[in-house]
């Protein structure tokens, strides 16, 4: 049986333990009250553009452009993997981690070859682990998500498969549903011609559906500058919900392993008292016994 002292230095171990986690949790929830505002802020935007998008590209069937054009036999592919720079986050990277290695094991040998790019220590480590080429690491980019950063991402990704570098692009993270709820996506980004319509947007239907429009000065202009927009807001819309769901996650854990221990404290001081309680016992029955001997 452990020891009085040994109890008291593990409960003393929890309670600092659980200070840590308590401390963690509201970090988490103040930077995730300032990632859902950016998050809720660009979804209406991003949701409308990719809807004008189809819309022309459904009225406009024989308009081509470069980032819409499906490969005959993809054989190279990219997928950018969107993890988090640190763990302590519950099961959110290891969702993206085995989401991304089961699409390596089933369509390995569908492709020449498969690359990656990253962006989160925690996937970088992962996969170099593992011997999975790795194109590109954008480290830093997480610890202050803007446009910009994303916008040049975009860039990159996409002259890889403008210069015919690689034939299809996909992107996996984590969909931000609630502060308890996460849903792993992988899509195929690119090429752009099949958008996958949000799952919260009802599919376009009414006058609307019906009518046509004028574009000025061509329809191929407005795609020319529409098609790259809407690229760059889809990976900054993907930053932003893989950081909004890390820091929900990362709440999440916390709130958790605070509970968890709680309960352990609360267990240990139980045994703690059980203990002490034996103790006396024994050493009132050693006084007695030693009374009762001298008689």
């Not at 720079?85 to 991304?100: E, T």
């Not at 990253?118 to 803007?146: A, C, H, N, Q």
């Not at 799952?199 to 376009?204: A, G």
């Amino acid at each position: 049986m452990a020891s009085l002292r040994d109890i008291r230095k593990r409960v003393r171990s929890f309670k600092s333990t659980q200070q840590i986690t308590k401390a963690m949790k509201m970090v988490s929830a103040a930077k995730l009250r300032r990632a859902q505002e950016a998050l809720f802020a660009t979804r209406p935007y991003s949701m409308a553009l990719e809807r004008v998008l189809r819309d022309v590209a459904a009225r406009h069937g024989d308009v081509t452009h470069p980032l819409l054009i499906p490969r005959a036999q993809p054989k190279r592919v990219e997928v950018l993997v969107l993890s988090s720079d640190r763990g302590l986050a519950g099961a959110f990277n290891s969702n993206v981690l085995r989401r991304v290695s089961r699409f390596l094991y089933e369509k390995g040998s569908a492709y020449e070859g498969i690359q990656l790019s990253t962006v989160g220590r925690k996937g970088l480590e992962f996969f170099r682990r593992r011997g999975v080429t790795i194109r590109k690491d954008y480290p830093g980019l997480l610890s202050k998500v803007s446009y910009a950063a994303a916008a040049q991402l975009a860039a990159e990704v996409g002259e890889e498969f403008l210069s015919g570098r690689v034939d299809e692009v996909y992107i996996c993270f984590n969909t931000f549903l609630s502060a308890i709820s996460q849903r792993v996506e992988f899509l195929r980004v690119l090429p752009l011609e099949n958008l996958v319509p949000d799952s919260v947007t009802p599919p376009q239907t009414g006058p609307r559906s019906l009518v046509d429009f004028e574009y000025e000065p061509s329809t191929e202009q407005v795609l020319e500058q529409l098609l790259p927009h809407v690229w760059s807001l889809r990976i900054w819309r993907g930053l932003l919900e893989s950081v909004a769901s890390e820091h929900a996650a990362r709440m999440a854990a916390m709130d958790s392993a605070t509970n968890n221990a709680n309960d352990a404290i609360d267990r240990l001081s139980l045994l703690y008292n059980r203990t002490r309680q034996a103790a006396i016992t024994k050493e009132l029955m050693e006084i007695v016994s030693g009374a009762e001997a001298l008689k």
